[in-house]
């Protein structure tokens, strides 16, 4: 009979890797419809990123007590699973406890596993009363109803139950531990589910023994259910965040990239050596790429990233100016569509035999609308704020080049200021001669 459940242990192992490969892929997939870019650029800086901001979550404690007892949630859930390596080990070849061997270091990492685990419930239960009792504003927001929002409340509910699990299996074994029965030898240290062993007290041995087992085999099947589900949620960035800080970009905040194209162009339009009558060269080889971005294709990777790695929290949409003072615009709404209309493309290609069919659809119109796109006064707070480093304003700012460069979209006084610019050499509309009249007040 053991054989028979390390080999369901096994195929339920297999399985639940096996779905979560196959849904990573599909999340490279996407991420790589993206347009090239290069983030190679200052690899020790990367790495003190990654290792400050994802790792060390130096972001998060800018608002102390969330950022306090999200780092309990963060560390406790990461520390705890690493008992999954024991469980694995056990159920695969049938053994109990199988690091028992390590005496006092071990009751010291399942004691300091389940004081974890109790400040995990508690950090928890703390989240779940900011959501739905006290609803802070971010959490009720209009960009976050329907899925967003369930969603967030399915994460605490699993985490709340890994975590019971943990503890209801840990008192079981210690409650037969103590009656010295069959294999159950003592091994371990359980400061929190010792208060729970009694009620055990008046249970059968065997009874006793078929809740440990169930509670067993129901939380290694809830973890690999929970690490499934991420594929789902906004908690995918428990996995991308560490690339997504790696791969942000370094330069300061606020300046901007320039189109390629445009600048080749501007450079041949101030050399002095080139007729400025002349008509310019055409390079047969040449592909019009477009300007700017109108739906997640035109995107770069690192964006696309961006879209899989928001956590939702809702920070950036919280310390946005265009949104405090009413307007449309809403960072973390500009990522969630993103991330919605990626996955849309994404299901395209599946459908299509790996190949995408244009269906009438693109991100600029049918998910983010010019009045959002306008509405941002590209400040930066957004991504100053965000505790993973996800920029909206890029994807902003490309869209806006596509309205502005590809269909002349821009609003009345920007296409104006932009004309005068043209035809005057400055954003005023007076004769270009003039220009220069202001040095003779001097």
Same mark, same amino acid.
């Given at each position: 009979m053991s054989y028979l459940d390390n080999i369901l242990f096994a195929i339920i192992l297999g399985l639940g890797f096996a779905f979560f490969a196959i *849904?990573?892929?599909? $999340? #490279?997939?996407n991420i790589k419809l993206g347009q090239d870019i290069n983030r190679s650029d200052n690899p020790s800086a990367r790495w003190k990123n990654m290792a400050m901001i994802a790792l060390g979550q130096s972001k998060m404690v800018k608002r102390p007590i969330t950022g306090i007892l999200h780092i309990i949630v963060y560390i406790g859930f990461v520390i705890i699973n690493l008992e999954l390596l024991? $469980? !694995? $080990?056990?159920? %695969? @070849?049938?053994? =109990?406890?199988?690091?028992?061997?390590?005496?006092?270091f071990y009751d010291v990492l399942i004691g300091s596993f389940e004081i974890l685990a109790f400040l995990v419930l508690f950090s928890v239960i703390v989240f779940l009363i900011r959501r739905n009792i006290i609803k802070l504003k971010r959490f009720i927001h209009s960009d976050l109803k329907g899925w967003p929002k369930s969603d967030a409340n +399915? #994460?605490? +509910? @699993?985490?709340?139950?890994?975590m019971s699990l943990f503890l209801i299996m840990n008192a079981s074994d210690y409650h037969l531990q103590l009656l010295g029965f069959g294999h159950y030898e003592r091994a371990g240290a359980f400061p929190i589910s010792q208060f729970i062993e009694p009620l055990f007290n008046g249970m059968s041995e065997i009874t006793v023994m078929m809740i440990e087992r169930a509670?067993?085999? %129901? =939380?290694i099947t809830g973890i690999l259910i929970f690490l499934n589900y991420l594929y789902f949620s906004k908690h995918l960035h428990i996995l991308l965040a560490f690339p997504n800080t790696y791969f942000a970009n370094l330069k300061p905040q606020g300046q901007f990239n320039n189109l390629?194209?445009?600048t080749k162009e501007v450079k041949l339009m101030m050399d002095?050596? #080139?007729?400025?009558?002349?008509?310019?060269?055409?390079d047969e080889n040449a592909v019009h790429s477009k300007f700017g971005a109108s739906d997640v294709q035109d995107l770069n990777w690192v964006q696309l990233l961006n879209a899989y790695t928001c956590t939702e929290c809702g920070r950036c949409t919280s310390v946005c100016p265009a949104n405090q003072t009413g307007k449309k615009l809403s960072p973390r709404k500009i990522m969630m569509d993103t991330?919605?209309?990626?996955?849309?493309?994404?299901? *395209? #290609?599946?459908?299509?035999?790996? !190949?995408? $069919?244009?269906?009438?659809?693109?991100?600029l119109n049918d998910y983010i609308t010019p009045e959002e796109l306008w509405a941002c006064t590209s400040c930066n707070a957004c991504v100053e704020e965000c505790p993973v480093n996800i920029d909206p304003l890029s994807i902003i700012i490309d869209m806006r080049r596509y309205l502005v460069m590809e269909q002349s979209a821009a609003p009345m006084p920007l296409n104006a200021m932009m004309t005068n610019i043209e035809n005057n050499g400055a954003p005023?509309?007076? *004769?270009?001669?003039?220009?220069? *009249?202001?040095?003779?007040e001097q």
């Open positions: *849904n990573f892929k599909k $999340i #490279i997939r024991e $469980i !694995i $080990i056990d159920g %695969l @070849f049938g053994t =109990h406890r199988v690091f028992a061997f390590m005496g006092g +399915y #994460i605490l +509910y @699993f985490e709340i139950v890994l509670v067993w085999w %129901l =939380h390629e194209s445009v002095p050596n #080139i007729d400025p009558f002349a008509a310019a060269p055409v991330r919605d209309r990626l996955e849309e493309v994404g299901k *395209n #290609i599946d459908d299509n035999k790996g !190949i995408f $069919i244009p269906d009438n659809k693109s991100l005023w509309q007076y *004769n270009q001669q003039d220009r220069l *009249n202001w040095k003779d």
